[in-house]
């Protein structure tokens, strides 16, 4: 039959409640006529291809008769701002129920990249779904790809959003630009979290899980009645481990997480009006994970890596299975091999990696019943975040001589041995409000409004032994008094050096232990620090239509005015120099710019055909906009401003009911229109801006690439084979072309190469000299965009008499080879990668207890997740992030009955 949309009474009593039974995802469920359950997915991308094979267990009714049949359930999403039948929305989505999220396991970005189409996470690049990135999404504060909501709410966060997805309703990521209904920065997708909400009924949950790699996790969640119409919840959890990623060196293992949140909500209800209050604290002092090493560097030249592995011997530990290229002084690889293709995700420092992580979320979700067909919903966020990490900087265990703390242990060398820090900080506060009908007719509409304010901060800072003289340590009003000045101040107006504050460019007397944000770090002066500022506001409105011609046609149609206002704040950048054996510090800052502005009028509209009860065809026109930002401090006045986005994508897509109801079906195919990419790297500016002086022909900054082609076709199903047996998966393949445009491209071995002729300041003679060119990059494919990804899920599940019911669960992955950058240079292709999990379920007779075993990445192949020719860490050429190796461990769920 075909699945209509649930008034808001249905929909209440699709909902379960806690102590009624659990429909399990671990086989076919027969149900009796009378009996219906909804399992609400996902976010708006709609349900082509991803939804599909993710709600894979889910099975939905034919005809109701007075036998028990097998059905697929339907699945409830709210791609749209309402709740409506998955196989009814013209979009591409994925969606993840709570039953989902357990079944496969799922606690963090990995699982949730193996399972959806077109997705990729990176350091790098951010979130990027189908090829379309975010480059400098921190120090430079341009906007995401993808947009990120926490239960309605948007967020630039990446840390705290749902710790390891428990008490999880569910997860939902859609694809192609979400711009009309999810606004802010989502023109290549979004992903939504959404968790459960308080029940007038009592229930509770406990989960414990361990594994081989020493890590522990305990949640806890726990809710009912206070009153006839308030209610409430409460969740928890503490997670920590020794360290997945292996460290041979003196120091911890890191990605050692130490991690508590702690989440109470309340709901009060009555019959028209219902709101939600929710605060989470999450907080986090354990160990990051850390890019590793991909590369043999120059173990003979001084002047490489700063000197970190000059006549250093031993092994750099993630390449020791791999024969891999050499890089030199230039970081250019001297070969031609590709990246490792067998890595290890394992490394060797002396320094300890630390966390300091912490963020507080608010979120306020009221519903009023205007009248039987009107609702108005009230959408508040505030968020609070504060993250500081640090990490080895020289990626070695080298550790001072028993004899000078400046020469290396194991050579007569000058020691490097630094660590760098990262603060992040951001302040943001939302509303939107939402007036939604619910009418008999064939028209309903949603209208609204949004508005959006944050504040981001993020810095760099170096501190250790061996970039700088032997006064790392050393306080300056020691070192000044040594020399007969009475204090580093004194010092410096005898020096003539100008210290007034306010100045653009002034000379300072640093203190050790502390930076111009107030983080600590051990008792070094940080000789390199870099802060930079920035502050958004965004408006937005926007309205959604659809018009039901008859049983088989609906059109539906919708536009979104959006303005954009950023300031970007003060730079800071501080130096420490020697002068006069005084540790004297100078900073320059730049003058905050004025407010910039942009706006843009985007839409999507949709035809939907369902030429049978179980069967939609759809086609979808949308466009997609992310607003420009400011370049800090442009090598060329012409540059200040980065453009804007456009995407205008082009869908076709099919979903449905199949073979009796036993195959759930969804494909789809797109074209997107791609304006204005916006590219960060080194690249020839317009002729006439560089001065004569210029040493090189190029500038470093963030650019637009206009005529840009994306374009893909996605497909997921399940299948289930009989009561016992499911097959279930997904395949997409995608493909670009990059408009008219010229790079430098990193750890380019075989780039062209160059003369160039200027004017030596110091000589004002003209020198000629051999650079490396840019290459045309001309309908390259854009980076982190795999050709081909799939994943393949056998279920086979069997009823244990009196002892409940047994799962075995297998999962297969694959991604495919991908580009590091729009060179697409054969020599740093990244490598295709899979992962293989196996998980065994049980679950009691009278389900309040579940207990899984599972075995993650099998094979323990490691692959390589990103790859960065030329690191964030400037003496470290080609560094990569890795998955996961593998993991063996048990998890056991409590769910006591009321």
Same mark, same amino acid.
């Given at each position: ?112 990249? /193996?399972?959806?189409?077109? *997705? ?39 840390? %705290? ?61 726990? $809710? ?103 890089? $030199? #002084?230039?970081?250019?690889?001297? %070969?031609?091999?590709?990246?490792? !293709? ?65 020469? +290396?242990?194991?050579?007569? @060398? ?31 509409? @949603? ?43 004194? +010092?410096? %107006? ?60 609906? @059109? ?28 004297? %510090? ?28 179980? #069967? ?11 607003? $420009? ?29 199949? &073979?009796? =109801? ?54 997921? &199903? ?24 010229? &790079? ?61 019911? *047994? ?29 293989? =999990? ?21 094979? !323990? ?14 003496? /470290? ?22």
């Amino acid at each position: 039959m075909r699945f209509s949309s649930p008034n808001p009474t249905q929909r209440r009593k699709l909902r379960r409640r806690a102590g009624e039974p659990r429909t399990s995802f671990l086989r076919p469920h027969r149900w009796v006529r009378g009996n219906v359950m909804s399992i609400r997915p996902f976010d708006r991308v709609a349900a082509a291809l991803t939804a599909i094979l993710i709600a894979s267990p889910c099975l939905a009714a034919d005809e109701a008769t007075d036998e028990e049949e097998p059905f697929i359930e339907e699945i409830i999403v709210t791609a749209e701002k309402r709740e409506e039948n998955i196989l009814e929305v013209p979009l591409t989505m994925s969606a993840f129920s709570e039953q989902m999220i357990e079944e496969t396991g799922m606690t963090n970005n990995a699982d949730l990249e /193996q399972l959806v189409p077109g *997705l990729q996470f990176g350091d790098d690049h951010g979130t990027s779904i189908r090829g379309i990135i975010s480059q400098l999404r921190w120090e430079g504060h341009t906007d995401l790809a993808v947009a990120v909501y926490v239960n309605g709410v948007y967020t630039v966060d990446a840390y %705290g959003i749902a710790p390891n997805l428990f008490d999880m309703d569910r997860v939902e990521v859609a694809r192609g630009p979400q711009g009309t209904m999810n606004g802010r920065n989502s023109i290549a997708g979004s992903i939504s979290y959404f968790h459960k909400k308080p029940t007038d009924e009592w229930d509770a949950e406990i989960l414990t899980e361990f594994t081989d790699q020493f890590t522990q996790r305990y949640n806890v969640a726990w $809710g009912g009645p206070i009153s006839d119409n308030l209610s409430f919840r409460i969740s928890g959890g503490y997670f920590e481990g020794d360290g997945a990623q292996k460290n041979h060196g003196p120091a911890r293992d890191y990605d050692a997480p130490d991690q508590y949140s702690i989440a109470p909500q309340l709901r009060l209800k009555t019959d028209r009006f219902e709101a939600n209050l929710r605060y989470e604290r999450t907080e986090d002092t354990g160990a990051p994970s850390v890019q590793v090493s991909l590369a043999e560097p120059d173990r003979t030249d001084p002047d490489f890596a700063e000197g970190a592995f000059y006549q250093y011997d031993k092994p750099i530990r993630s390449i020791t299975n791999c024969n891999v290229a050499p890089v $030199g #002084a230039d970081h250019r690889v001297t %070969g031609v091999e590709a990246p490792c !293709d067998d890595p290890k995700n394992e490394i060797a420092t002396n320094l300890d990696g630390r966390l300091d992580n912490e963020t507080d979320r608010f979120t306020l979700r009221a519903d009023f019943d205007l009248t039987d067909t009107l609702t108005l919903r009230y959408i508040y966020g505030d968020t609070r975040t504060r993250m500081f990490q640090t990490r080895d900087f020289d990626h070695t265990d080298r550790v001072p001589s028993a004899t000078d703390p400046l020469i +290396a242990a194991d050579a007569p @060398v000058k020691l490097l041995d630094v660590e760098f820090d990262f603060p992040f900080e951001n302040d943001e506060t939302s509303h939107e409000l939402l007036l939604t009908s619910n009418y008999d007719g064939p028209f309903n509409f @949603v209208a609204g409004a949004f508005s959006y304010e944050n504040r981001t901060l993020f810095g760099v800072g170096v501190y250790g032994v061996g970039q700088q003289p032997p006064y790392t340590d050393t306080d300056p009003d020691v070192a000044a008094q040594a020399i007969g000045f009475e204090s580093c101040e004194q +010092a410096l %107006g005898v020096f003539g050096l100008p210290s007034d504050p306010t100045e653009r460019e002034h000379f300072f007397c640093p203190r050790p232990g502390i930076d111009p944000i107030g983080n600590t770090f051990p008792g070094f002066h940080k000789f390199f620090t870099f802060l930079t500022e920035a502050t958004q506001d965004t408006f937005a409105y926007f309205a959604n239509a659809e018009y039901e011609i008859n049983d088989q046609w609906r @059109v539906s149609g919708g536009l979104r005015y959006t303005e954009d206002e950023k300031v970007l704040g003060q730079s800071i950048f501080e130096f420490i120099l020697s002068i006069a054996g005084i540790p004297i %510090g100078i900073r320059g800052q730049n003058t905050p710019l004025d407010k910039f502005p942009w706006d843009k009028t985007i839409g999507h509209i949709s035809v939907e055909y369902s030429p049978l009860d179980n #069967a939609l065809i759809y086609g979808r026109i949308s466009t997609g906009y992310r607003s $420009g930002s400011l370049n800090t401090e442009p090598e060329v006045p012409l540059l200040a401003i980065i453009g804007e986005e456009t995407l205008v994508n082009y869908e076709l897509g099919v979903k449905g009911l199949f &073979a009796d =109801d036993r195959l759930l079906l969804m494909a789809g195919v797109f074209y997107n229109d791609y304006e204005g990419y916006q590219f960060t790297g080194t690249f020839e500016p317009p002729p006439g801006v560089l001065p004569i002086t210029a040493e090189e022909p190029y500038v470093g900054s963030t650019a637009n690439i206009d005529d840009t082609q994306i374009w893909g076709a996605e497909a997921e &199903a399940t299948f289930f084979v009989d009561d016992n047996w499911r097959i279930s998966g997904f395949y997409n393949y995608l493909d670009s072309e990059i408009g008219p445009f010229g &790079a430098i491209i990193p750890g380019d071995a075989q780039g062209p190469m160059r003369e160039w002729t200027y004017q030596d300041l110091n000589t004002l003679e003209m020198v000629t000299v051999t650079l490396p060119d840019q290459r045309d990059v001309t309908g390259n494919q854009l980076p982190q965009q795999p050709h081909h990804k799939l994943s393949f899920q056998v279920s086979y599940t069997m009823p244990l008499p009196e002892m409940g019911s *047994l799962q075995l669960l297998s999962i297969y992955s694959y991604t495919g080879p991908r580009w590091p950058s729009l060179g697409n240079v054969p020599s740093l292709e990244i490598p295709g990668y899979s992962r293989w =999990d196996l998980r065994a379920n049980w679950t009691s007779d009278d389900e309040q207890w579940a207990v899984s075993g599972f075995v993650q990445n099998v094979l !323990d192949k490691i692959g390589l997740q990103e790859f960065l020719p030329r690191s964030t860490n400037g003496s /470290q050429p080609m560094m990569g992030r890795l998955t996961d190796p593998r993991q063996i461990g048990v998890q056991i769920r409590w769910r006591p009955q009321f």
